[in-house]
């Protein structure tokens, strides 16, 4: 849907060649570790899916217009994650990163089956960077996030290495 599993299977194509010790080191004090940023994926994920649900529940149509959402894997745009979404040490390994990326996934795509685009279109609420996001955009936005975040992961490993 949206491209968000093609997205996500770049992630786990990228992850399947580390181990854990690759994914839990830091290239310094202030960076994230790769475990980390995929348990940032996972947070966004669920609080996204969360904000889907009461968009849906008790949501006020609104309209909005489309917004480069792939502009998201842009880099040099810097934006700190809301305290929601950081890591909080969850994951010790990547089997443990990917069981979470697992269950985040099964509940957006739970939320969003049988949802015709009309409908996802029809609500919507706010992103930090964006403004107002219609629901179809949101889930497009989280295979975008996770791209960005693929990069940064590439980019740790090879500071790691």
């Known amino acids: 849907m949206y491209g968000i599993e093609e997205k996500r299977n770049e992630v786990l194509t990228f992850i399947d060649g580390l181990n854990d010790e690759e994914a839990k080191k830091k290239p310094d004090s202030s960076s994230w570790s790769i475990l980390e940023v995929l348990e940032h994926l996972n947070l966004m994920e669920q609080l996204v899916g969360y904000q889907i649900g009461e968009a849906l529940k008790d949501g006020t149509p609104k309209d909005v217009n ?3 959402l792939h502009k998201t894997t842009n880099r040099e745009y810097k934006v700190d ?3 929601a979404v950081k890591p909080k040490g969850e994951f010790q390994s990547l089997e443990e ?6 269950k985040s996934r099964e509940a ?3 939320l969003t089956h049988n949802k015709d685009e009309d409908t996802l279109e029809l609500y ?5 960077s964006f403004g107002d996001l219609n629901l179809k955009q949101w889930v497009e936005f989280i295979g975008w996030h996770e791209l960005r975040h693929l990069d940064q992961m590439k ?7």
């Open 108 to 110: 957006t795509l739970f």
């Open 97 to 102: 990163a990917r069981d979470g990326l697992e």
């Open 124 to 128: 919507a609420f706010p992103h930090p």
């Open 155 to 161: 980019e740790i490993y090879q500071n790691i290495k």
């Open 66 to 68: 489309e917004k480069p």
């Open 81 to 83: 994650a809301p305290e």
